[in-house]
């Protein structure tokens, strides 16, 4: 069984910053690509950023410049820096795992990421 922990999520001013992290753990299991997600009350989850096993990036266009992924697969864990943050990216933010060859999908619990303008 794999579980996915969030932290990071709070709190923050319109032009501020936060840093999300996930840690992966459990037992057996590979890594492929981890990524973030997020959800606005009323929206649908989206596609904020992932890192494949190699270290291949991939964001969507509304974080492009402000927010940074990166991984360490030593220890299964995933950050989202996130600068200049803006009202509308209050959001849950979810962490997302894919491991082995079947490419199992896990997500964690969510942190919450509020911007007050």
């Known amino acids: 069984q794999v579980q996915l922990v969030e932290s990071g999520g709070d709190l923050v001013q319109a032009g501020g910053s936060l840093r999300l992290s996930c840690a992966a753990s459990?037992?057996?299991?590979?890594?492929?690509?981890m990524g973030w997600y997020r959800q606005a009350p009323g929206n649908e989850r989206e596609l904020v950023a992932t890192i494949s096993r190699g270290g291949i990036v991939n964001y969507a266009d509304f974080v492009k410049g402000r927010f940074i992924i990166s991984r360490d697969s030593n220890k299964n864990t995933v950050h989202l820096q996130m600068d200049n943050l803006k009202s509308e990216d209050t959001a849950v933010y979810y962490c997302?795992?894919?491991?082995?060859?079947?490419?199992?999908?896990?997500w964690g619990q969510g942190t919450q990421v509020t911007v007050s303008s």
């Open positions: 997302y795992i894919e491991t082995g060859v079947r490419r199992i999908a896990y």
């Open positions: 459990g037992s057996n299991f590979v890594i492929n690509t």
